[in-house]
Structures are given as structure tokens and as C-alpha cells.
């Protein structure tokens, strides 16, 4: 069908759905369940569909897509918050996409965002398919890594933390007051940043002359349940350790979870370290000691990093590390004895 004469009415007909969905999707309206509208823009592209006034010469219009893993955490929220207000302060539009749903498909997104003709992608997420990603890339669509999830290739431009030395840090201070069986809950294992975390653990153990023991080192998911399973293992452990480090603030609630259920305080039988420092952190009881990293900031940067790309320019820096911060609170004290 040729582009000039595909209707809204086409494109309804044959993504299943009414022209006014169609026409909400199309516009930009957020109010349209994510699978539909992936739908209608996939169709839309597959038809050749050409919006009025719609410019013919390849020019992006003015959407940056953030594709995150999960919206139902205070991680995910201060990420979308910082690119949304990022995005507003450039003239951009953000279009967010959940991709941990049921019937979420990766090549169907891919199909979107290239009929949006989206300035750019800002990847919030390691279970993102690197192939299709390269789709992207291939038709001069910028990607940018956030968090350094999953394990980009050498020439992705990417906005970071300082994940080795953040964790370092946290494990240092349970070391400095006095903590010697410390154990680590690890994130998700295919994510870069994970490795990062565990790398830092094991140095400052290691600077420190104390031995790096396996039996301490527990996978994670940087989720609540992930962190609980986690701090069971190493509760139950016949000399278990009397500080935690956890990967994430939520994997940190997770070992509060676990330690009430064996009847341990925090911190006086167990002092408990966590990574992000989002506002959940102050409202725990005791309140979280943990690693901030400015995820706004992160967000910002990724922003600005599209801008650049989409226009043309290579900046001079395309991996940007921003630094981490030691916020120490009342989950931490030295062990007892």
C-alpha cells in the first residue's frame, strides 16, 4: 500500500483496534495499555504510514524512548523522573516502555521506535537483546546504556557510577568498624555493574588481609525476594556473618526481612549496607546505610549524551562514570564483642 494512501482507518483494520486508538497512539497520548501500542506502531511502520506535515527527509522528530526493566520500583521511578525532566528541559518527549510484561517483544519495540523516528534510546535494562539493539544503531538511531546493564559492546555509549569503588567503600566501613565475616549478595549475574559490585567487595577484603570466602557470596537479583532468599543462605550458615552488603536497597529490605524472621536486630546483631540510596532508605527501621548513586544525575547525562549523538556530533566522552557516595545510617555498628 502506498504511503500516501495509507488512513488511520487502514491501519485500525489491520492492527484490530478503533481509528481512535489509533489515532491516540499516534499522537502520543500515554493513556493507551503498552501492548496496543506497540501494536498500532508496528503496523503503522509495516503499512508505510506517513503522518500530515510529517517530514520526508529522515529527520528524528523530537521523542527520546526509555526502555527500563520494570517501572514498580523507586530505582525505576527516580530514573524516569530525571529523564523525563531531562527531556522537557531539551524540547524532547520521553516515551517509556516497560519491557517486563507478558507479550513484550523486542523486535515489535524496535518497529516503534523506528516509526517514531525517536531521536534516540536510552537502555535501562540488561535483558535487552543486543541484536536488536543493533537494529537500531544500523538505521542511525542512538543508543545510550544506563547503568551499564548487561554487557554492552566497546563502542556503546553508555552513562555509569563508579560501581567498584561505591561498593568498596560500603565494604570498608563495615571493615573499619570492626566487621571481619562480611557476607555480599550479588545482582542480576549477566549485568556488568554486578560483577563491578562483587569486584569491589572482594578488594577491600582483600586490601584489608581478610581471606574472600565463597560461602559468603550469595546471587541476587537486586529485588526484595531475591535479597531475603539470599540472607537465609547466609544466616543459616554454621559461622554466619554479622554485617550484609547487599547489591541493591531493595536486596538491603530483603536481609531485614530475613533477620526478623530469626529474631536479629539491625544493627545489633547485624549491621546491613545497601546500593542506590533511594528514598526507601530513610524509611526503614533502623534507616539504610547505603551507596548513593545520583540516578537523576545518570539520567540527565543519558539525555544530553542523545543529543549529541543525534545531531551528528561525537562528544568527547561516550562512556560517562559519575562518582558514588558513602551514606552512612543506622542499619551499620560495630559487632558485638
Given at each position: 500500500m502506498a504511503a500516501s494512501r495509507v488512513r488511520l482507518a487502514d491501519i485500525a483494520a489491520e492492527a484490530d483496534v478503533s481509528v481512535s486508538t489509533?489515532?491516540?497512539v499516534l499522537s502520543g497520548r500515554t493513556d493507551i495499555a503498552q501492548d496496543t501500542r506497540q501494536r498500532v506502531l508496528a503496523t503503522a511502520s509495516s503499512l508505510g504510514y506517513q503522518p500530515r506535515g510529517a517530514s520526508t527527509s529522515g529527520e528524528p522528530h523530537g521523542l527520546i524512548e526509555l526502555l527500563i526493566g520494570g517501572i514498580g520500583t523507586l530505582w525505576a521511578l527516580e530514573v524516569v523522573q530525571g529523564a523525563e525532566q531531562a527531556a522537557a528541559l531539551h524540547g524532547k518527549s520521553l516515551v517509556v516502555t516497560n519491557m517486563w510484561h507478558e507479550g513484550f517483544s523486542m523486535a515489535t519495540w524496535v518497529a516503534s521506535v523506528l516509526a517514531h523516528r525517536s531521536s534516540g534510546v536510552i537502555v535501562a535494562t540488561s535483558r535487552a537483546d543486543q541484536v536488536e539493539l543493533e537494529r537500531l544503531r544500523d538505521a542511525g538511531v542512538p543508543v545510550?546504556?544506563?547503568?551499564?546493564?548487561?554487557?554492552?559492546?566497546?563502542?556503546?555509549?553508555?552513562?555509569?557510577?563508579?560501581?567498584?569503588?561505591?561498593?568498596?567503600?560500603?565494604?570498608?566501613?563495615?571493615?573499619d568498624l570492626g566487621h571481619r565475616r562480611i557476607g555480599f549478595i550479588g545482582g542480576e549475574p549477566a549485568a556488568t555493574i554486578s560483577l563491578e559490585r562483587q569486584e569491589g567487595y572482594t578488594s577491600a577484603l582483600r586490601r584489608n588481609g581478610i581471606p574472600v570466602e565463597?560461602?559468603?557470596?550469595?546471587?541476587?537479583?537486586?529485588?526484595?525476594?531475591?535479597?531475603?532468599?539470599?540472607?537465609k543462605a547466609l544466616l543459616e550458615l554454621s559461622e554466619p556473618p554479622t554485617a550484609i552488603v547487599a547489591s541493591s536497597d531493595l536486596e538491603a529490605m530483603g536481609v531485614y526481612h530475613a533477620a526478623f524472621e530469626r529474631g536479629l536486630r539491625i544493627p545489633d546483631d547485624l549491621s546491613v549496607v545497601g546500593f542506590d540510596d533511594t528514598v526507601l532508605c530513610q524509611y526503614l527501621s533502623p534507616s539504610l546505610t547505603t551507596v548513593r548513586q545520583p540516578l537523576a544525575q545518570m539520567a540527565d547525562q543519558a539525555v544530553r549524551l542523545l543529543g549529541d549523538l543525534s545531531h551528528g556530533n561525537r562528544p568527547a566522552m561516550t562512556r560517562i562514570e559519575l562518582a558514588t557516595t558513602l551514606i552512612e545510617r543506622g542499619s551499620t555498628a560495630a559487632p558485638r564483642g
Open positions: 489509533v489515532s491516540k545510550v546504556r544506563l547503568d551499564a546493564a548487561g554487557s554492552p559492546a566497546p563502542d556503546t555509549a553508555q552513562v555509569g557510577v563508579t560501581n567498584w569503588a561505591g561498593m568498596r567503600d560500603a565494604t570498608q566501613h563495615l571493615i565463597a560461602e559468603l557470596i550469595q546471587p541476587g537479583d537486586f529485588m526484595i525476594a531475591g535479597g531475603e532468599a539470599a540472607a
